[in-house]
């Protein structure tokens, strides 16, 4: 496998989506047609510590759901955006000592 700097990556990366749209990342041919860009990828990610999410083929809804939770948590926060969608996991009710 051919490692490659940061920026070439980027642009590689960059220049597959243009060619073939953003729904090439969610097919397997993507890991065969463009191995170098996917592995590289992939080595990217461990090393900065982020979820590597483009291993996981998993689709489901619920899954789906929990990466883009765990991605969500990586994103610089927006305050307005994070005020609207809040929600304690445990419920919108004040604890009774608290209250």
Known sequence: MQLL????????????????????????????????VFWNLVLYFKMMKLPHFIL?????????KVQVSWILKFLPSNSSVSKQNT?????SKPRPDKA
């Open 5 to 36: 700097s940061p920026v070439v990556l980027y642009k590689e990366f960059i220049n597959t989506l243009n060619k073939k749209g953003d729904p090439i990342l969610l097919q397997p041919e993507f890991i065969s047609q463009h191995s170098v």
């Open 87 to 91: 929600r304690s996991s445990f419920g």
């Open 56 to 64: 996981d083929q998993d689709l489901s809804q619920r899954h789906l």
